[in-house]
C-alpha cells in the first residue's frame, strides 16, 4: 500500500519486535577466538591486534567504536588475550566484557600504549604482529616505531576469515534486523503524499526504526524524481510530486548485526519509460538470483547482472535501483489504488497483482 495513512498513525500502531534473537554467547565468542588462533597458526602469525571497532565487538562483545585512543585487543597463539585501554575507561571495558579470562594492560594519558603492547609482545615471544586494517595509520606507525624487530602484517586473512561464515545465531540477528527494516519500509510507503519532504520521511523512518526496539536507523536515503537516478541523490530536499520515482535506503541495528535494504518504486501510475527500466532492472535481478550459489565467487553473480548499470545508464532520471534487494512477498490490501515497485516485483495492490505491463 502505498498513501493513506499518517507518520502518526503508523507509529500508534508499531511496538518493539516480538520474537527477539538470542545475543551471542560467550562460548560462541571462545569459539571465535579459537578459529582466530587457528588462523594464525595457518599463516605464521605470533600475535593478533584487533582495534575498536566490528572486530573487535566480534571477538570480545566491547562495541565501542575506533577513537584517537587506543583499544584494542591482542591476541597470542596460545590463546592468552589482553585488552590495550586508556586507564580512565576500564570501569567502563570490564562491565562490556563478553569473554573471561583477559588482561587488561592499562595507559595514562601521558603514556604510550604501544610499549603496553611491546611487554605483551615480550611475554609471547613473537616477531610476527598482524593488524587490524582498519587500525588507523597514525596508531600503526606508533607501533611500528615502539616495537623495530617486529614484522608486522595484515590481520585481515584472521579477521576476514573469521566472520565471513556466520553462525545461526549471527544469521538470526540479521534476520532480525532485516525484519524490522521491512516492516518500517511497509509502513513509510503508506504515509507518502504529495508535497511531503525527503526530510520528513526520513525522520518518520528514524522514528520507525525506535518504536521497533532498535536505536534508529544506522542511516537513511530518501529521495524523490531526479535525485532517484543518483547513489546519494542531489542537493536541497526533495519534495513528491506524483509520478516521482521514489528511492529509499535505510537500516538498522541489531546487537551490531545490520540491515540494509533499498526499496525503488513509482508514487502514482508508472510511465512507459518506468515500466522499460523496471523490466531492465528486474531482469538483471533474477540474471543474479539464477546464478548465486554456495561456492559460486561473488564477481561472477554480479557479472551476471551486469545489463543493469549499462542500460539504465541511458536514462538516468528514471533509474531505478530495486535491483539492489530481494523481491517483496507481502501480500495486497484491496484499499489502495496506487501500484507499488517493491524488489522488482510491480504490484498493484489489490485482489490480485499486476503484471508489470499492465495498467
Given at each position: 500500500m502505498i498513501g493513506g495513512s499518517s507518520a502518526q498513525a503508523e507509529l500508534?500502531?508499531?511496538?518493539?519486535?516480538?520474537d527477539q534473537a538470542s545475543p551471542i554467547s560467550s562460548d560462541e565468542r571462545e569459539a571465535r577466538i579459537e578459529r582466530a588462533r587457528r588462523l594464525m597458526a595457518q599463516h605464521g602469525i605470533d600475535a593478533l591486534l584487533v582495534g575498536a571497532g566490528p572486530s573487535?565487538?566480534?571477538?570480545?562483545?566491547?562495541?565501542?567504536?575506533?577513537?584517537e585512543r587506543l583499544v584494542a585487543m591482542l591476541l597470542?597463539?596460545?590463546?592468552?588475550?589482553?585488552?590495550?585501554?586508556?586507564?580512565?575507561?576500564?570501569?567502563?571495558?570490564?562491565?562490556?566484557?563478553?569473554?573471561?579470562?583477559?588482561r587488561l594492560l592499562l595507559w595514562e594519558e601521558h603514556e604510550d600504549p604501544s610499549q603496553r603492547i611491546v611487554e605483551a609482545l615480550r611475554e609471547i615471544g613473537g616477531a610476527t604482529l598482524a593488524i587490524d586494517p582498519t587500525l588507523p595509520f597514525g596508531m600503526v606507525e606508533r607501533l611500528r616505531k615502539a616495537a623495530p624487530s617486529a614484522t608486522l602484517v595484515d590481520a585481515a586473512p584472521v579477521t576476514d576469515g573469521c566472520r565471513a561464515i556466520k553462525s545461526p545465531a549471527e544469521l538470526a540477528l540479521m534476520r532480525q534486523a532485516k525484519q524490522m527494516t521491512l516492516e518500517v519500509?511497509?509502513?513509510?510507503?503508506?504515509?507518502?503524499?504529495?508535497?511531503?519532504?525527503?526530510s520528513e520521511v526520513a525522520a518518520f523512518i528514524d522514528a520507525a526504526?525506535?518504536?521497533?526496539?532498535?536505536r534508529g536507523s544506522t542511516f537513511c536515503a530518501v529521495q524523490f524524481g531526479a535525485s532517484s537516478a543518483y547513489p546519494h541523490g542531489l542537493p536541497g530536499d526533495d519534495v513528491l510530486r506524483e509520478g516521482d520515482m521514489v528511492?529509499?535506503?535505510?537500516?538498522?541495528?541489531?546487537?551490531?548485526?545490520?540491515?540494509?535494504?533499498t526499496r525503488s518504486y513509482v508514487f502514482g501510475t508508472p510511465d512507459d519509460e518506468q515500466r522499460r527500466?523496471?523490466?531492465?532492472?528486474?531482469?538483471?535481478?533474477?540474471?543474479?538470483?539464477?546464478?548465486?550459489?554456495?561456492?559460486?565467487?561473488?564477481?561472477?553473480?554480479?557479472?551476471?547482472?551486469?545489463?543493469c548499470s549499462?542500460?539504465?545508464?541511458?536514462?538516468?532520471?528514471?533509474?531505478?535501483?530495486?535491483?539492489?534487494t530481494a523481491p517483496a512477498t507481502e501480500s495486497g490490501s484491496a484499499s489502495t489504488r496506487r501500484p507499488i515497485w517493491l524488489a522488482g516485483t510491480l504490484r498493484r495492490f489489490g485482489p490480485a497483482c499486476a503484471s508489470p505491463t499492465s495498467r
Open positions: 500508534a500502531t508499531l511496538a518493539s519486535w516480538a573487535l565487538a566480534y571477538f570480545t562483545g566491547i562495541g565501542w567504536g575506533m577513537i597470542g597463539p596460545d590463546g592468552r588475550r589482553w585488552i590495550v585501554c586508556p586507564a580512565f575507561e576500564a570501569g567502563s571495558l570490564q562491565a562490556v566484557l563478553g569473554i573471561p579470562d583477559i519500509h511497509r509502513r513509510v510507503a503508506r504515509i507518502l503524499a504529495p508535497g511531503i519532504r525527503a526504526h525506535k518504536a521497533v526496539g532498535s528511492l529509499i535506503d535505510t537500516g538498522c541495528s541489531v546487537q551490531g548485526y545490520q540491515s540494509d535494504i527500466i523496471w523490466a531492465i532492472e528486474r531482469e538483471a535481478q533474477q540474471a543474479a538470483f539464477d546464478a548465486v550459489r554456495p561456492g559460486l565467487p561473488a564477481r561472477r553473480s554480479m557479472r551476471s547482472r551486469g545489463a549499462n542500460a539504465t545508464a541511458s536514462a538516468p532520471a528514471t533509474r531505478c535501483r530495486a535491483c539492489r
